[in-house]
Nanobody, 125 residues
Framework: QVQLVESGGGSVQAGGFLSLSCTTSSGRSFSNYAMAWFRQAPGKEREFVLS????????YYADSVKGRFTISRDNAKNTVYLQMNSLKPEDTAVYYCAAAGSGLGSTQAEQYDSWGQGTQVTVSA
């Protein structure tokens, strides 16, 4: 497992953009992990947003964010990024960074063995 810390959340109007970052101090092992972003809106279950494999070669996107959100990683900086454009009020949620020791991206939360504490994203109409 690795310790994950998210940053970059905040409030924005609909149509705006935000960038989230997730870093870890795990050092060499970060590059072996697949990374993902999940989110949880009030009163709803946690849902998958995007994932990226350990090489940064394969990505998965939830249909709701395709064309608007992008995931990327910089293994030299032990950081994964989430760029969110054209934000909608329904994107309002706590966003969680997750890491999978398998190195393979997945849409399933149970495949991830490390989680950050989350960062709030609020999109107003």
């Amino acid at each position: 497992q690795v310790q994950l810390v998210e940053s970059g959340g905040g409030s924005v109007q609909a149509g705006g953009f935000l960038s989230l970052s997730c870093t870890t101090s795990s050092g060499r092992s970060f590059s072996n992990y697949a990374m993902a972003w999940f989110r949880q809106a009030p009163g709803k279950e946690r849902e998958f947003v995007l994932s990226i494999d350990w090489r940064g070669r394969y990505t998965y996107y939830a249909d709701s964010v395709k064309g608007r959100f992008t995931i990327s990683r910089d293994n030299a900086k032990n950081t994964v990024y989430l760029q969110m454009n054209s934000l909608k009020p329904e994107d309002t949620a706590v966003y969680y960074c997750a890491a999978a020791g398998s190195g393979l991206g997945s849409t399933q939360a149970e495949q991830y063995d490390s989680w950050g504490q989350g960062t709030q994203v609020t999109v107003s109409a």
